[in-house]
Every structure is written in C-alpha cells, then in structure tokens.
C-alpha cells in the first residue's frame, strides 16, 4: 500500500507600499544613526499624525501618535539591524523608509 504524504508551509510577506515621489516628503536622520541614540523623522509638507516602526521579520517594535512635522524617537533600546518606518499623515497618506541601527 502506498502513502502520500503532503506538506503545507505557510510563508507570509511583509510589504510596505510604494507612492513613488510622495516617498521625498519624508527624511529620516541620522541614518544610519551610528552612535546616536536618536532618528529624526521629518515630513515636508505633511503633519506626521502617527508612526510606527517594524523590524525586518515584520514584527511592530514601536507606534506613537503625533501631531507634528518633525519627530524624535529614542532608539537606544533598539537591537542592531534594519527596519521600516511607516508614517502616517492627516490626509491618511501612508510613506515609508528604511533605517539601519548598527
């Protein structure tokens, strides 16, 4: 008698979305930030209303609800590697960039 045997594996992708220009109205530095313990988040033309930080396998490491265009955010107990910062914006506009902590 023969056997089949199957195996499912399940592999999720996290994304972020693409809005072309719209990514310029949005700098982060230092990055990387070398030595500080600090990244400034600034958007040009927009007030940033909330941001959240991800790190590589997608896992949400910090959210904070603003109400400015320029923001400080302590990265001090960050581990070194890379992550994405998505912004939001009060016209539900979403940038996102990525920063290295070495």
């Known amino acids: 008698m023969r056997k089949i045997i199957f195996f499912l594996v ?3 992708i996290f994304t972020f ?11 982060i530095y230092p990055n990387p930030p070398g030595n500080s ?11 940033i ?14 959210t904070e609800r603003v109400y400015a265009k320029e923001v400080t955010i302590n990265i001090v107990n960050f581990t ?3 992550y994405f910062i998505e912004v939001y914006s009060g016209n539900n506009n979403t ?6 902590k070495q």
């Open 80 to 82: 070194s590697g890379v």
């Open 95 to 100: 940038k996102s960039k990525q920063f290295i």
């Open 49 to 62: 209303t909330e941001i959240n930080i991800y790190n590589a396998i997608g896992n949400k490491v910090y």
């Open 37 to 47: 313990n600090v990244i400034n988040v600034i958007s040009h033309y927009e007030i």
């Open 17 to 27: 979305p693409c809005l072309g220009n719209a990514q310029n109205n949005l700098s």
């Open 10 to 12: 399940c592999l999720s």
